[in-house]
């Protein structure tokens, strides 16, 4: 398997975009504060993902010529969208650091990116979808792509933002993070172990799911404990004696469900197998 860039660039695009979310909920639920660092690294993971795009394309050019099937081609329409939502990702951050007071800016650009973000993972997934790759076929796509932005997204911008929400309830973030992982398993365990049962392509895929479980496992067992370490630390007071201890619990738990669901992203792409064509 050869699709590196790929995963940096979905992998990265639907952390940014989880962190958009997160910045807009924030907001929603604590007005005064600013979240700066996770724009900042929502911006940051937004360019990444776009390099890395197009460092697989090969020639910057040919993202421009990707753009003109617009009315039909999911790929011309993830890209566009993936450039938008890069824009909006890096004008917010800039906009945090030298333009705060501006709120009224501020405010359209959180949701206009939070919009345009869902759209975005919606082509990704539907560009997959829409390929000759049968393992790829399915809710299970759209719902492994947006449990990643959620779940990712939310982690980092937890991580990023635990200053300044030291003293804000961090219960709905945990929860959505748990409820989330625990929605992609049931999704996902069903559907591969009914992969099989479709034509040779699929088969071929799922023998090769099979020879990979020992990594599918430390996959779940990383996304799921780590969604439930961080249930600990979370619902609990953060007052100022536990700060580190409730601090170093969160990150622990960041990078153990971060790890799993990008060994879940390099799975996604291991198990490709076309019926004629590849991803398009």
Known sequence: MNETALIIF???????????????????LSKDKQFKRAALTSAALSVISVLASLAHLGQPLSALNSLSNLGSSWLSREVLFSGIFMGIAVLNALLQYFKSDNQSLNTVLRWTGSVVGLITVFSMAKLYTATAVPVWHGVNTFVDFYATTIAVGTLIFLATSLLELQNVNKRIFGAIVLVVVIIQASVAVPYAMGLGLNGMAAQASAEILKGMSVVIGLKWLLILGGAGFLMWPVTQEAI????????????VAVATLICGQFIGRYIFYAAMITTNVGLT
């Open 10 to 28: 979905s992998f990265c695009m639907q952390a940014a975009i989880g962190i958009m979310l997160c910045i807009t909920l924030g907001k929603q």
């Open 240 to 251: 100022t004696t536990e700060t580190k201890s409730v601090s170093g619990m969160i990150y």
